[in-house]
Structures are given as C-alpha cells and as structure tokens.
C-alpha cells in the first residue's frame, strides 16, 4: 500500500476536508473545513481555510484567508492575504498587501507592498520598500527601510537600523516628473514611540525617544529625546529637543 499523499485542485467553486495533502491547489473559489497540513499550497483564486494552516511553501497571488494560526517554510504573498491568529513563518515575503491578528514571527521578512501586524513583529532580518504598521514592537536584528509609504510600529529595536527615503531610480530609470509630484505629496515617514538599537540612523522620522549607542538623526526627522552612549550626530534639516549622553 502507497502511503503517497494526495493533492487536490479547486478550479471552480467547492469544498474540502482538512488533512494531510503533498499540494493543495486553488484557482476558483475554494473552502478548507479543519485543520491543512500541505507541502505545497498555492491560491490564485479566492481560498479561505477554516483551522489551522501548515505548510511547506504558500504562496498567495489571489485571495486567502486563513481562519487559524499558520506555520510555513516560506510564505509568499503577491495578491491579499489576512491571518485571524499568529503566524510563525521561516521567510516571508509580501509584494500585495499581508495582514495577521495575532503576532509574527520569521527569520526574514521583505515588505515591497503592505503589512500590518496586530501583535508584535519578530525576525532576524527585516526589510521593508513599501509600508508596514506593527501595533506592537518591530523587533529584528537588522532594520533596513528604504521608505516607499506610510510605516509605523509602536516600538521599534534591533542591533542595526537604517531608515532613509526611497530614491526615484529603479533598474538606472527615473520615474517620470507626475510619479515623483504624487510620490512627495504622500505620507512617506516613520513613526514610532520608541526606536532603540546600537547601530541607528534615521530619515524622514518622527519618534518620542531614540537610544543607541551610535546615532545619526538624518533629514526631516523630528525627535524629542535621543539618548546615545557613543557618538550622535543631527541633520541641519532634523529637529531633536533633547540630547543626553549616557
């Protein structure tokens, strides 16, 4: 007797039992009743999965709501994804807009799109292109922002942060002139209560307190204390009320 997995495919509009599939394929309108253990999972259509989600590799370029908490290897999101839980995945990329309840936990997380997390963001690296809003901390050892909308978490702390504005130049193009009018008349800034780490420097920043050991307060950034132990140095265009050397 084969002990192969099976894989199912949803082309139209149907449901199926949770279980223990190799590939889970979705291209219609497709429901999952339990709890889904799959190598692979893929949504191109509209799915919505009614327990708790484990997989190898999920991506998302339709529509998907998981229901449950999700653990994955990799998780990939190009179109709309929303996670009512907590979600634990290894790499996590979102190019479309990712939305989770409960908190996020990854090694990697690229944001070219949007993400909003309702708990706390944990990963060892973080890069963000596009916005982001943690309502709780933005933890990682690396913080690297590179600002293409509006970002925002209540605290941020990591070993290394960077945060500068994103440039008009993608592939050696410049955007035309209209881009860069809509781009500067959007809300492209960061803000946070707290922002603490060794390594800091900001752009375009708004933030209650900031502590390093090693800071640079860039460009159009607006601080009201920042506490260093090393060296800190202020843009002529930044705005710091207080400055205090621990």
């Known amino acids: 007797m084969s002990d192969e997995r099976r894989s199912i495919s949803l082309s139209g509009a149907g449901k199926v039992s949770g279980g223990d599939y190799a590939r889970v394929s979705i291209s219609g309108a497709g429901k999952v009743d339990g709890d889904l253990k799959a190598e692979e999972i893929r949504i191109s259509g509209a ?43 290894k790499e996590m990329k979102c190019s479309g807009t990712f939305r989770v309840s409960g908190n996020l936990a990854a090694e990697y997380v690229k944001v070219s799109g949007h993400i909003r997390v309702g708990g706390n963001l944990e990963a060892d690296i973080f890069k963000a292109s596009g916005g982001f ?27 290394s942060i960077h945060v500068e504005r994103g440039n008009f130049r993608e592939k050696g193009i410049l955007l035309d002139g209209l881009v860069r009018m809509l781009w500067r008349s959007a809300a492209v800034e960061l803000t946070a209560s707290s922002i603490e780490g060794d390594e800091i420097e900001l752009e375009d920043t708004t933030a209650d307190v900031v502590r390093g050991k090693r800071v640079v307060i860039g460009p159009r950034c607006h601080i009201k204390s920042v506490e260093y132990s090393e060296t800190l140095a202020v843009h002529d265009d930044a705005e710091v009320e207080k400055q205090t050397k621990i």
Do not use: N, W, Y
């Not at 999920?58 to 990799?74: H, K, L, N, Q």
């Not at 933890?139 to 070993?159: F, M, N, P, T, W």
């Open 47 to 89: 799915g919505k999965f009614g327990g708790r989600t484990e997989g190898g590799q999920i991506s998302v370029s339709g529509s998907g709501v998981f229901d449950g908490p999700v653990t994955a290897d990799e998780m990939s999101v190009s179109g709309a994804a929303r996670i009512e839980g907590e979600a634990t995945v």
């Open 133 to 159: 809003d943690v309502e709780g901390l933005l933890s990682a050892d690396k913080i690297e922002v590179h600002l293409g909308g509006k970002c925002q978490a209540r605290e941020i702390g990591g070993e």
